[in-house]
């Protein structure tokens, strides 16, 4: 099929999520390789937001897809109460590389799957319903995770499953990135306290967070807070779980972005990374004190593709690559790098509000006056994002941007001049924007 038919097709027979069809735009893709993608017209676009922040050892990697091609020759499929060699080396691997006692696996197909499952295991251990969240966080697409969403993606999909308390993410809104980072984290986790109390905290199973916020802006937890969290949680009885699913598997310059602040959670999630989205596989690591408990009681919970050979040994392809060339230390090694890039726009264009990475998860805000207006509201938009976005797939560069920021998440394979070539070619499509700045 040549781009246009694809297009026609899938507008008349799929749905495209977040999204009214007509106002459906697709990207006709047939080919992606390292850290490019191309479309039916043989364009290379240089991928820098990693697809949905998930191709993280780029596309296409040979030592993957031999070891896929090698996996279809095996065992394809094994119901989920099955033994198999794949799932015991990957459980064992995963139970090696995570921190502290975080040494049992329950896989899934996704991330908002293993959300829904690190709930279900934090109730059935601790007896108790509630769930704290977060404002600024997304969790995933099912009933129970856009409950514990905070961002405007929940709205539509309420009512939804009871018991979730959502709180103010130590980050406001409206900060303006220059307060007492200190002070942000005392204030919250006082506030944080305060709504525990209010809960009973003999009602709370466990509180669920994005370790680093990833699609609602790129927060990075302030010094101190995710200490200072886990003290608090723990001393109340109170469950951490640590969503990892986008920050994981070395987007952050470590292994699990948790890792920062030197704590280890009570249940992480994970997928994306995991296979680098060559195979869809999600995982939920528990704590053996967590794990222990379900020895002799019962795990309410099941899947037809949990631990899916196949998955799993895409997985283990993908653990190979990642640790073997390193790429973790690159996304550390370019951390800086694409720090300096991101001044070099501030300091070019005068709408550049603010911008902020960790690894190679970085994020640039936008505003539309001199007092720091953001150039869109939250949950809205405004013309120059739009135009600005297509300006950028024009130029031969695809990113997410959304409201008032567009993001920095390259494959982690990246090298520094590519990087470097990414940001040029932001540089030059930024004047749109810079058109409609008031100064």
Avoid at 62 to 90: N, Q, S, W, Y
Avoid at 179 to 204: C, H, K, S
Avoid at 319 to 326: G, H, N, S
Avoid at 371 to 382: D, L
Wanted: aromatic share 8%; net charge negative.
């Amino acid at each position: 099929m040549d781009g246009t038919e694809i297009i026609k097709l899938c507008l008349e027979h799929s749905l495209y999520s977040w999204s009214a069809t007509d106002a459906v735009d697709p990207l006709p893709v047939v080919r992606a390789e390292g850290v490019h993608m191309f479309d039916a017209a043989g364009r290379r676009i240089l991928d820098f937001n990693s697809q949905l922040m998930s191709v993280n050892i780029g596309h296409s990697h040979p030592r993957v897809v031999a070891a896929m091609k090698k996996a279809c020759d095996g065992l394809l499929f094994a119901h989920p109460g099955t033994a198999t060699e794949i799932r015991a080396r990957v459980s064992k691997r995963l139970a090696d590389l995570c921190p502290g006692d975080l040494d049992v696996f329950f896989f899934t197909l996704g991330g908002a799957e293993a959300n829904e499952n690190a709930i279900r295991a934090a109730r059935l251990f601790t007896g108790r319903q509630k769930i704290l969240s977060r404002y600024r966080s997304y969790h995933g697409g099912t009933n129970a995770m856009l409950q514990l969403t905070g961002d405007p993606r929940r709205w539509a999909n309420e009512p939804g499953m009871p018991g979730v308390i959502r709180v103010m993410d130590p980050w406001p809104l409206k900060y303006s990135f220059g307060d007492d980072p200190e002070a942000i984290t005392r204030n919250n986790l006082t506030y944080l306290e305060e709504i525990i109390t209010y809960e009973g905290p003999q009602t709370i199973a466990a509180m669920i967070i994005e370790s680093v916020v990833g699609s609602n802006g790129i927060l990075i937890p302030p010094p101190g807070y995710l200490s200072g969290l886990k003290e608090l949680l723990s001393r109340h009885g109170i469950l951490l779980i640590c969503d990892e699913v986008m920050a994981g598997f070395g987007r952050t310059g470590k292994l699990f972005a948790f890792q920062h602040g030197g704590i280890v959670p009570d249940i992480v999630t994970m997928a994306k990374g995991l296979t680098s989205s060559y195979a869809p596989l999600g995982a939920v690591g528990l704590s053996r004190r967590i794990a222990d408990h379900f020895r002799k009681n019962v795990f309410y919970g099941g899947l037809t593709y949990n631990a899916h050979p196949f998955c799993l040994e895409v997985a283990d392809a993908v653990l190979d690559v990642l640790l073997d060339e390193d790429l973790i230390g690159n996304a550390a090694r370019l951390e800086p790098v694409m720090r300096a890039e991101m001044e070099k726009l501030q300091a070019r264009h005068p709408c550049v509000a603010t911008h902020r990475n960790i690894g190679l998860f970085g994020v640039v805000e936008l505003r539309k006056d001199s007092a720091g207006t953001p150039i869109a509201p939250y949950n809205g938009s405004h013309p120059a994002m739009q135009i600005f976005s297509q300006k950028l797939l024009d130029a031969g560069l695809y990113t997410f941007v959304r409201w008032n920021y567009f993001m920095t998440n390259p494959p982690l394979s990246i090298s520094q001049s590519q990087l470097e070539e990414g940001f040029a070619i932001i540089d030059r499509c930024l004047d749109v924007v810079d058109e409609v700045f008031d100064g």
